[in-house]
Protein backbone atom coordinates (compact mmCIF):
# COMPACT_ATOMS: atom_id res chain seq x y z
CA UNK A 1 0.00 0.00 0.00
CA UNK A 2 1.48 3.44 -0.99
CA UNK A 3 2.56 5.25 1.86
CA UNK A 4 4.37 9.36 0.70
CA UNK A 5 7.12 8.60 3.48
CA UNK A 6 10.67 8.32 2.56
CA UNK A 7 10.93 5.03 4.31
CA UNK A 8 8.24 3.74 2.31
CA UNK A 9 10.98 4.53 -0.28
CA UNK A 10 14.02 2.95 1.59
CA UNK A 11 11.61 -0.57 1.58
CA UNK A 12 10.74 -0.60 -1.92
CA UNK A 13 14.43 -0.19 -2.79
CA UNK A 14 15.09 -2.99 0.03
CA UNK A 15 12.78 -5.26 -1.93
CA UNK A 16 13.99 -4.24 -6.04
CA UNK A 17 16.20 -7.12 -7.65
CA UNK A 18 17.20 -5.01 -10.37
CA UNK A 19 18.41 -2.30 -6.85
CA UNK A 20 21.88 -4.09 -8.08
CA UNK A 21 22.01 -2.88 -11.39
CA UNK A 22 22.89 1.04 -10.25
CA UNK A 23 26.60 -0.23 -9.84
CA UNK A 24 26.92 -0.85 -13.00
CA UNK A 25 26.47 2.83 -14.25
CA UNK A 26 28.41 5.96 -13.47
CA UNK A 27 25.47 7.90 -11.59
CA UNK A 28 27.00 11.09 -10.42
CA UNK A 29 27.06 12.89 -6.91
CA UNK A 30 24.35 14.99 -5.68
CA UNK A 31 22.65 14.67 -9.10
CA UNK A 32 19.35 12.91 -9.62
CA UNK A 33 19.07 11.94 -13.32
CA UNK A 34 15.54 11.46 -14.66
CA UNK A 35 16.12 12.15 -18.24
CA UNK A 36 17.02 8.61 -19.62
CA UNK A 37 14.09 8.64 -22.16
CA UNK A 38 16.45 11.56 -23.69
CA UNK A 39 19.87 10.11 -23.26
CA UNK A 40 20.73 7.08 -21.07
CA UNK A 41 23.67 6.73 -18.53
CA UNK A 42 26.68 5.10 -19.47
CA UNK A 43 27.40 2.08 -18.14
CA UNK A 44 30.94 0.35 -17.09
CA UNK A 45 30.10 -2.50 -19.14
CA UNK A 46 29.24 -0.22 -21.92
CA UNK A 47 32.95 1.95 -21.38
CA UNK A 48 34.62 -1.92 -21.14
CA UNK A 49 33.69 -2.89 -24.63
CA UNK A 50 34.04 0.39 -25.95
CA UNK A 51 37.10 0.73 -25.33
CA UNK A 52 37.59 -3.24 -26.28
CA UNK A 53 36.93 -2.17 -29.92
CA UNK A 54 39.40 0.53 -29.53
CA UNK A 55 41.53 -1.70 -28.93
CA UNK A 56 41.16 -3.66 -31.65
CA UNK A 57 41.68 -0.82 -33.95
CA UNK A 58 45.04 -0.27 -31.88
CA UNK A 59 46.46 -3.86 -32.11
CA UNK A 60 44.97 -5.30 -34.86
CA UNK A 61 44.30 -2.63 -37.54
CA UNK A 62 42.33 -3.50 -40.69
CA UNK A 63 42.56 -7.30 -39.14
CA UNK A 64 39.80 -6.14 -36.58
CA UNK A 65 37.44 -6.51 -39.31
CA UNK A 66 37.87 -10.44 -38.70
CA UNK A 67 39.40 -10.68 -35.77
CA UNK A 68 39.59 -9.95 -31.85
CA UNK A 69 36.56 -10.75 -29.39
CA UNK A 70 34.12 -8.42 -31.79
CA UNK A 71 35.11 -9.07 -35.20
CA UNK A 72 33.90 -5.80 -37.20
CA UNK A 73 32.34 -7.44 -40.18
CA UNK A 74 29.52 -9.25 -38.16
CA UNK A 75 28.83 -6.66 -35.46
CA UNK A 76 25.80 -5.25 -36.42
CA UNK A 77 24.36 -9.10 -37.27
CA UNK A 78 25.29 -9.83 -33.45
CA UNK A 79 23.77 -6.93 -31.95
CA UNK A 80 20.80 -7.81 -33.71
CA UNK A 81 20.23 -11.21 -32.67
CA UNK A 82 20.98 -9.34 -29.14
CA UNK A 83 18.41 -6.93 -29.71
CA UNK A 84 15.62 -9.41 -31.35
CA UNK A 85 14.35 -11.25 -27.73
CA UNK A 86 13.53 -6.98 -26.58
CA UNK A 87 11.11 -6.35 -29.81
CA UNK A 88 10.26 -10.10 -30.31
CA UNK A 89 11.84 -10.70 -33.35
CA UNK A 90 13.54 -13.58 -34.51
CA UNK A 91 17.83 -12.83 -34.78
CA UNK A 92 17.69 -12.39 -38.77
CA UNK A 93 14.86 -9.89 -38.40
CA UNK A 94 16.80 -7.22 -36.65
CA UNK A 95 20.19 -5.57 -38.02
CA UNK A 96 21.92 -2.73 -35.69
CA UNK A 97 22.98 -0.12 -38.62
CA UNK A 98 22.06 3.80 -39.72
CA UNK A 99 20.07 6.08 -37.51
CA UNK A 100 16.46 6.63 -36.73
CA UNK A 101 16.15 8.98 -39.30
CA UNK A 102 18.00 7.42 -41.85
CA UNK A 103 16.55 4.35 -41.32
CA UNK A 104 13.41 5.26 -41.73
CA UNK A 105 14.30 6.85 -45.63
CA UNK A 106 15.20 3.22 -46.06
CA UNK A 107 12.35 1.04 -44.85
CA UNK A 108 9.55 3.88 -46.36
CA UNK A 109 11.74 3.83 -49.81
CA UNK A 110 11.31 0.14 -49.35
CA UNK A 111 8.16 -0.36 -48.64
CA UNK A 112 6.08 2.71 -49.98
CA UNK A 113 4.96 1.57 -53.23
CA UNK A 114 1.67 4.34 -54.43
CA UNK A 115 -0.14 2.14 -56.75
CA UNK A 116 -3.70 3.10 -58.15
CA UNK A 117 -5.47 4.96 -55.45
CA UNK A 118 -3.03 4.14 -52.94
CA UNK A 119 -1.07 6.79 -52.86
CA UNK A 120 -0.73 8.56 -49.37
CA UNK A 121 0.83 7.70 -46.29
CA UNK A 122 -0.51 8.19 -42.78
CA UNK A 123 1.10 8.94 -39.41
CA UNK A 124 -0.13 11.26 -37.02
CA UNK A 125 -0.50 15.02 -35.48
CA UNK A 126 1.56 14.22 -32.44
CA UNK A 127 4.54 12.51 -34.05
CA UNK A 128 8.20 13.35 -33.60
CA UNK A 129 9.01 16.15 -36.24
CA UNK A 130 12.44 13.96 -37.71
CA UNK A 131 9.75 11.28 -38.63
CA UNK A 132 7.29 13.73 -40.54
CA UNK A 133 10.53 14.84 -42.33
CA UNK A 134 11.12 11.98 -43.60
CA UNK A 135 7.47 11.09 -44.68
CA UNK A 136 7.05 14.46 -46.71
CA UNK A 137 10.49 14.06 -48.11
CA UNK A 138 9.79 10.18 -49.56
CA UNK A 139 6.88 11.92 -50.87
CA UNK A 140 8.26 14.49 -52.59
CA UNK A 141 10.62 12.02 -54.26
CA UNK A 142 7.57 9.94 -55.47
CA UNK A 143 5.95 13.25 -57.09
CA UNK A 144 3.67 13.48 -54.21
CA UNK A 145 2.34 16.56 -52.67
CA UNK A 146 3.08 16.16 -48.80
CA UNK A 147 -0.23 18.75 -47.91
CA UNK A 148 -1.86 16.14 -49.99
CA UNK A 149 -0.66 13.06 -49.21
CA UNK A 150 0.60 13.05 -45.89
CA UNK A 151 -2.50 12.43 -43.20
CA UNK A 152 -1.93 13.40 -40.10
CA UNK A 153 -4.56 12.02 -37.32
CA UNK A 154 -5.90 14.47 -35.35
CA UNK A 155 -5.46 14.31 -31.25
CA UNK A 156 -8.74 14.56 -29.43
CA UNK A 157 -7.16 15.99 -26.35
CA UNK A 158 -3.65 17.60 -27.48
CA UNK A 159 -2.02 14.78 -26.00
CA UNK A 160 -3.02 10.97 -27.50
CA UNK A 161 -4.32 9.83 -30.06
CA UNK A 162 -7.20 7.50 -30.62
CA UNK A 163 -6.73 3.96 -32.14
CA UNK A 164 -10.12 4.39 -33.49
CA UNK A 165 -9.35 7.48 -35.20
CA UNK A 166 -5.94 5.81 -36.20
CA UNK A 167 -8.05 3.51 -37.85
CA UNK A 168 -10.94 5.32 -39.57
CA UNK A 169 -8.11 7.08 -41.17
CA UNK A 170 -7.08 3.30 -42.46
CA UNK A 171 -9.07 4.66 -46.18
CA UNK A 172 -8.25 2.90 -49.53
CA UNK A 173 -6.06 6.03 -50.72
CA UNK A 174 -3.33 4.78 -47.77
CA UNK A 175 -0.41 2.60 -48.98
CA UNK A 176 1.39 3.01 -45.73
CA UNK A 177 1.22 3.45 -42.02
CA UNK A 178 4.06 4.82 -40.14
CA UNK A 179 3.18 5.51 -35.97
CA UNK A 180 5.25 5.87 -33.40
CA UNK A 181 4.88 2.49 -30.54
CA UNK A 182 4.94 5.83 -27.85
CA UNK A 183 3.95 9.42 -28.35
CA UNK A 184 7.19 11.20 -27.65
CA UNK A 185 5.59 13.97 -24.82
CA UNK A 186 2.57 12.22 -23.16
CA UNK A 187 4.16 8.68 -23.28
CA UNK A 188 0.97 7.20 -24.98
CA UNK A 189 1.54 3.39 -25.70
CA UNK A 190 -0.26 2.50 -28.86
CA UNK A 191 -2.04 -0.64 -29.17
CA UNK A 192 0.46 -1.89 -31.69
CA UNK A 193 -0.93 -5.46 -32.30
CA UNK A 194 -4.83 -4.06 -33.30
CA UNK A 195 -3.55 -1.45 -35.30
CA UNK A 196 -1.15 -3.80 -36.90
CA UNK A 197 -4.35 -6.21 -37.74
CA UNK A 198 -6.45 -3.67 -38.84
CA UNK A 199 -4.07 -2.22 -41.48
CA UNK A 200 -3.22 -5.29 -42.30
CA UNK A 201 -7.02 -6.34 -43.24
CA UNK A 202 -7.10 -3.47 -45.07
CA UNK A 203 -4.59 -4.20 -47.50
CA UNK A 204 -2.47 -1.64 -45.69
CA UNK A 205 1.45 -1.54 -44.57
CA UNK A 206 2.37 -0.75 -41.36
CA UNK A 207 5.84 0.18 -39.58
CA UNK A 208 6.46 1.82 -36.30
CA UNK A 209 8.41 3.80 -34.59
CA UNK A 210 10.40 2.51 -31.08
CA UNK A 211 12.28 5.11 -30.50
CA UNK A 212 10.48 5.49 -27.19
CA UNK A 213 9.32 2.05 -26.07
CA UNK A 214 12.23 -0.35 -27.09
CA UNK A 215 14.45 -1.47 -24.15
CA UNK A 216 11.67 0.14 -21.33
CA UNK A 217 8.41 -2.27 -22.91
CA UNK A 218 8.39 -5.62 -24.48
CA UNK A 219 7.49 -5.72 -27.95
CA UNK A 220 6.09 -9.17 -30.13
CA UNK A 221 6.74 -7.45 -33.46
CA UNK A 222 6.93 -11.06 -35.52
CA UNK A 223 3.85 -12.22 -33.45
CA UNK A 224 1.68 -9.11 -34.39
CA UNK A 225 2.96 -9.44 -37.94
CA UNK A 226 4.54 -5.64 -37.94
CA UNK A 227 5.97 -5.22 -41.34
CA UNK A 228 9.11 -3.24 -40.31
CA UNK A 229 10.32 -1.20 -37.59
CA UNK A 230 13.03 1.38 -36.54
CA UNK A 231 14.39 2.65 -32.77
CA UNK A 232 17.62 4.49 -31.87
CA UNK A 233 19.38 2.65 -29.12
CA UNK A 234 20.71 5.82 -26.75
CA UNK A 235 17.66 6.26 -24.80
CA UNK A 236 16.42 3.30 -22.61
CA UNK A 237 19.31 1.07 -23.81
CA UNK A 238 22.00 3.19 -23.17
CA UNK A 239 24.29 2.88 -26.20
CA UNK A 240 25.62 7.05 -25.66
CA UNK A 241 24.83 10.03 -28.16
CA UNK A 242 24.45 9.50 -31.16
CA UNK A 243 24.72 5.61 -30.82
CA UNK A 244 24.20 3.43 -33.84
CA UNK A 245 20.25 2.66 -34.51
CA UNK A 246 18.03 -0.38 -35.37
CA UNK A 247 15.97 -1.38 -37.73
CA UNK A 248 13.90 -4.41 -38.16
CA UNK A 249 12.23 -6.32 -40.92
CA UNK A 250 9.50 -8.71 -40.69
CA UNK A 251 11.22 -12.12 -42.20
CA UNK A 252 7.90 -12.39 -44.85
CA UNK A 253 9.30 -9.14 -46.69
CA UNK A 254 12.94 -10.26 -47.08
CA UNK A 255 12.74 -11.37 -50.96
CA UNK A 256 12.27 -7.36 -51.05
CA UNK A 257 15.10 -5.44 -52.62
CA UNK A 258 15.91 -2.29 -50.16
CA UNK A 259 14.87 1.28 -51.57
CA UNK A 260 18.55 2.30 -51.00
CA UNK A 261 20.73 -0.34 -51.46
CA UNK A 262 24.31 -0.59 -50.40
CA UNK A 263 27.29 -2.41 -50.12
CA UNK A 264 26.88 -3.65 -46.39
CA UNK A 265 23.34 -4.75 -47.32
CA UNK A 266 25.55 -7.32 -49.42
CA UNK A 267 25.48 -11.40 -48.56
CA UNK A 268 28.43 -11.55 -46.98
CA UNK A 269 29.95 -14.15 -49.02
CA UNK A 270 29.32 -12.00 -51.76
CA UNK A 271 30.25 -8.53 -50.73
CA UNK A 272 34.17 -8.52 -51.57
CA UNK A 273 33.69 -10.12 -54.62
CA UNK A 274 33.02 -6.23 -55.66
CA UNK A 275 30.56 -7.42 -58.45
CA UNK A 276 28.17 -4.44 -59.71
CA UNK A 277 25.04 -6.65 -59.22
CA UNK A 278 23.75 -6.22 -56.02
CA UNK A 279 23.49 -9.66 -54.16
CA UNK A 280 21.31 -8.73 -50.84
CA UNK A 281 21.93 -10.55 -47.72
CA UNK A 282 18.20 -11.95 -48.05
CA UNK A 283 17.77 -10.66 -43.82
CA UNK A 284 17.48 -7.75 -41.86
CA UNK A 285 20.80 -6.97 -42.90
CA UNK A 286 20.13 -6.25 -46.25
CA UNK A 287 19.15 -2.69 -45.48
CA UNK A 288 22.24 -1.70 -44.29
CA UNK A 289 23.54 0.53 -46.43
CA UNK A 290 26.90 2.26 -45.38
CA UNK A 291 29.82 0.39 -43.61
CA UNK A 292 28.95 -0.08 -39.96
CA UNK A 293 29.47 2.73 -37.67
CA UNK A 294 31.78 0.64 -35.30
CA UNK A 295 33.07 2.73 -32.20
CA UNK A 296 29.43 3.89 -32.03
CA UNK A 297 28.14 0.47 -31.95
CA UNK A 298 30.76 -0.46 -29.04
CA UNK A 299 28.50 0.90 -26.00
CA UNK A 300 25.53 -1.32 -26.93
CA UNK A 301 27.61 -4.75 -26.55
CA UNK A 302 27.96 -4.19 -22.99
CA UNK A 303 24.70 -2.50 -22.54
CA UNK A 304 23.01 -5.51 -24.25
CA UNK A 305 24.32 -8.18 -22.04
CA UNK A 306 22.54 -6.58 -19.05
CA UNK A 307 19.29 -6.45 -20.87
CA UNK A 308 20.03 -10.36 -21.68
CA UNK A 309 20.79 -10.80 -18.04
CA UNK A 310 17.61 -8.85 -16.40
CA UNK A 311 15.19 -9.68 -19.25
CA UNK A 312 13.27 -7.10 -20.94
CA UNK A 313 9.82 -8.28 -18.70
CA UNK A 314 11.74 -7.21 -15.78
CA UNK A 315 12.60 -4.28 -16.76
CA UNK A 316 8.84 -3.27 -17.74
CA UNK A 317 7.66 -4.93 -14.16
CA UNK A 318 10.23 -2.47 -12.35
CA UNK A 319 9.01 0.89 -15.09
CA UNK A 320 5.61 0.48 -14.45
CA UNK A 321 5.94 0.37 -10.44
CA UNK A 322 8.56 2.86 -10.15
CA UNK A 323 6.43 5.24 -12.36
CA UNK A 324 3.94 4.58 -10.69
CA UNK A 325 5.10 5.09 -7.25
CA UNK A 326 6.05 8.64 -8.95
CA UNK A 327 2.85 9.24 -9.82
CA UNK A 328 1.55 8.36 -6.80
CA UNK A 329 3.89 11.00 -5.27
CA UNK A 330 2.71 13.88 -7.57
CA UNK A 331 -1.06 13.12 -6.66
CA UNK A 332 -0.01 13.33 -2.86
CA UNK A 333 2.50 16.24 -2.57
CA UNK A 334 2.04 18.28 -5.52
CA UNK A 335 -1.83 18.76 -5.73
CA UNK A 336 -2.04 22.18 -4.91
CA UNK A 337 0.63 23.64 -7.54
CA UNK A 338 -1.49 23.31 -10.53
CA UNK A 339 0.11 20.63 -12.27
CA UNK A 340 -1.51 17.41 -14.02
CA UNK A 341 -0.44 14.33 -15.25
CA UNK A 342 -0.74 14.09 -18.81
CA UNK A 343 0.30 10.58 -19.60
CA UNK A 344 -2.24 7.89 -19.68
CA UNK A 345 -2.60 5.97 -16.43
CA UNK A 346 -3.67 2.59 -17.48
CA UNK A 347 -0.24 0.01 -17.39
CA UNK A 348 -1.43 -1.44 -20.79
CA UNK A 349 -1.18 2.25 -22.07
CA UNK A 350 1.82 3.70 -20.95
CA UNK A 351 5.59 3.89 -21.28
CA UNK A 352 8.40 4.65 -19.36
CA UNK A 353 8.43 8.35 -18.33
CA UNK A 354 5.71 10.42 -16.55
CA UNK A 355 4.17 13.85 -18.59
CA UNK A 356 4.33 16.30 -15.89
CA UNK A 357 2.01 18.89 -17.49
CA UNK A 358 2.40 23.04 -15.85
CA UNK A 359 2.18 26.76 -17.40
CA UNK A 360 5.60 27.11 -16.58
CA UNK A 361 6.95 23.31 -16.84
CA UNK A 362 10.46 25.63 -18.77
CA UNK A 363 11.00 27.65 -15.57
CA UNK A 364 10.33 24.43 -13.67
CA UNK A 365 13.03 22.61 -15.68
CA UNK A 366 15.57 25.10 -15.34
CA UNK A 367 14.70 25.02 -11.61
CA UNK A 368 14.91 21.38 -10.81
CA UNK A 369 18.48 21.27 -12.90
CA UNK A 370 20.05 23.98 -10.48
CA UNK A 371 18.80 21.51 -7.65
CA UNK A 372 20.52 18.84 -9.23
CA UNK A 373 17.40 16.94 -10.21
CA UNK A 374 17.76 16.43 -14.36
CA UNK A 375 14.13 16.42 -16.17
CA UNK A 376 13.65 17.16 -19.58
CA UNK A 377 11.20 19.84 -21.34
CA UNK A 378 8.85 19.12 -24.02
CA UNK A 379 7.05 22.37 -25.42
CA UNK A 380 4.92 23.82 -24.62
CA UNK A 381 3.84 22.60 -21.06
CA UNK A 382 5.58 19.39 -20.49
CA UNK A 383 8.25 18.01 -17.67
CA UNK A 384 9.06 14.81 -18.69
CA UNK A 385 10.46 13.20 -15.69
CA UNK A 386 11.71 8.85 -16.58
CA UNK A 387 12.73 7.01 -13.67
CA UNK A 388 14.54 4.39 -15.18
CA UNK A 389 14.61 0.83 -14.18
CA UNK A 390 18.25 -0.36 -14.31
CA UNK A 391 19.68 2.65 -12.16
CA UNK A 392 16.86 5.10 -10.77
CA UNK A 393 16.17 4.39 -7.29
CA UNK A 394 12.63 4.40 -5.03
CA UNK A 395 14.24 7.12 -2.81
CA UNK A 396 15.67 9.21 -5.51
CA UNK A 397 12.26 9.31 -7.03
CA UNK A 398 10.62 10.74 -3.67
CA UNK A 399 13.61 13.15 -2.96
CA UNK A 400 13.11 14.23 -6.33
CA UNK A 401 9.36 14.86 -5.77
CA UNK A 402 9.92 16.72 -2.34
CA UNK A 403 12.69 18.93 -3.95
CA UNK A 404 10.08 20.02 -6.85
CA UNK A 405 7.84 20.54 -3.93
CA UNK A 406 10.05 23.04 -2.15
CA UNK A 407 10.77 25.05 -5.58
CA UNK A 408 6.50 25.37 -6.17
CA UNK A 409 6.44 26.52 -2.57
CA UNK A 410 9.34 28.56 -2.72
CA UNK A 411 8.65 29.89 -6.28
CA UNK A 412 12.35 29.04 -7.10
CA UNK A 413 11.06 29.00 -10.67
CA UNK A 414 10.34 32.71 -11.27
CA UNK A 415 13.91 34.15 -11.77
CA UNK A 416 13.75 32.40 -15.05
CA UNK A 417 11.88 32.73 -18.48
CA UNK A 418 9.66 30.61 -19.33
CA UNK A 419 11.27 29.66 -22.32
CA UNK A 420 13.23 26.39 -23.46
CA UNK A 421 16.97 26.23 -24.00
CA UNK A 422 18.92 25.76 -27.27
CA UNK A 423 18.55 22.39 -26.17
CA UNK A 424 15.30 21.14 -24.28
Partial sequence: MFQATRNYAEELDFQDELSKYREEFYLQPDSIYLDGNSLGLLS???E???LDLLGSWKTLGIDGWMQGKYPWFYLSERLGELSAPLVGAEPEEVIITGSTTTNLHQLVATFYNPQGSRTKILADELNFPSDIYALQSQLR?????????????KSRDGRTIDEEDI??????????????TVLYRSGQLLDIARLTKEAHNRGILIGFDGCHSVGAIPH????WGVDFAYWCNYKYLNSGPGGVGSLYVNKKHFHRLPGLAGWFGSHK?????????FTPAGTAGSFQIGTPHILSA???IGSLEMFAEVTIEKVREKSLHINRYLMDLIESELRDFGFTIGNPKEDTRRSGHVCLEHEEAARICKALKENGIVPDFRAPNVVRLAPI??????????DAVQTLKKIMQDKQYEKYENKREVIA
Fill in 44 to 46: KRS
Fill in 48 to 50: RTL
Fill in 141 to 153: LKGYDPDTHLIRV
Fill in 167 to 180: IAAMTEEVALVVLP
Fill in 220 to 223: QFSQ
Fill in 269 to 277: DKQFDMEHS
Fill in 298 to 300: APL
Fill in 389 to 398: ALYTSYVEVW
